[in-house]
């Protein structure tokens, strides 16, 4: 399995702001997903995220608004820009190793974000 | 992406097997049926999956109707751990999205 951490792992922002979360994964893995929880809600793709390639984006999901950086197969950073309180949500990144042979995501615990 | 429907929620007592189904009419042949579950405040954690033949592990089983339009999921000593939301997902062979629908809340009474 895999362990992920995130930070923050909750954050009291003011609109019009941006904030960038980090994931680490503590081994290498070829694909890396960030999602949003929105309160009450169950979980929606942002975008994916592949090490040496652009961001793959969602419907209703765009690099200006929300921009990702994947520099190596342990890390990637996930920026919430010009914020309102639309954005208030948990965003969660997961990870999934193409070679593990249950294909299976391992999620980190989540960034609770609050926008005022 | 196919879709799949689960009841919102569910109560089990303690100790007693819970039944969780999912119905997936408009499957297609390369869609894998996998269950995640998300406990209060955490992240979701993978449970079990399977294509057409029923599967167990430590965690679960899974039961597959030979139509394959749908599935339950069998906890069969539910304990207060339990209690969470069930995701049931269907991706497709090579496909690495989830995309995840309302899932069943499921209670767990002591």
């Known amino acids: 399995s895999a362990v992920i951490s995130q930070k923050p792992s909750r954050d009291i922002c003011q609109r019009g702001t941006s904030l960038t979360i980090q994931c680490q994964v503590d081994?290498?893995?070829?694909?890396m997903f960030w999602y949003r929880q929105q309160p009450g809600q169950s979980l929606t793709l942002i975008a994916t995220?592949?090490?040496?390639?652009?961001?793959?984006?969602e419907s209703g999901f765009v690099i200006d608004k929300f921009p990702i950086s994947r520099p190596n197969l342990t890390f990637s950073t996930l920026t919430v820009s010009n914020m309102s309180p639309e954005d208030s949500s948990i965003y969660l990144c997961s990870v999934e190793d193409s070679g593990h042979r249950y294909n299976e995501q391992f999620f980190g615990p989540g960034t609770r974000l609050t926008v005022l | 992406d196919a879709k799949t429907t689960q009841p919102n929620s569910m109560e089990s007592n303690e100790e007693e097997p819970v039944h969780l189904p999912c119905n997936h009419s408009t499957i297609s042949g390369t869609d894998y049926i996998h269950w995640y579950r998300q406990l209060p405040s955490q992240g979701p954690e993978y449970v079990i999956h399977?294509?057409?033949s029923n599967v167990n592990n430590r965690m679960a089983s899974l039961a597959i109707a030979e139509d394959r339009k749908s599935s339950t999921l069998i906890l069969h000593r539910a304990t207060l751990r339990d209690a969470a939301v069930y995701y049931c997902i269907l991706r497709d062979l090579g496909g690495n999205k989830l995309v995840f629908g309302a899932g069943t809340i499921l209670r767990v009474k002591s």
């Open positions: 399977g294509l057409t």
């Open positions: 081994s290498q893995v070829t694909m």
């Open positions: 995220a592949n090490q040496g390639s652009e961001a793959t984006y």
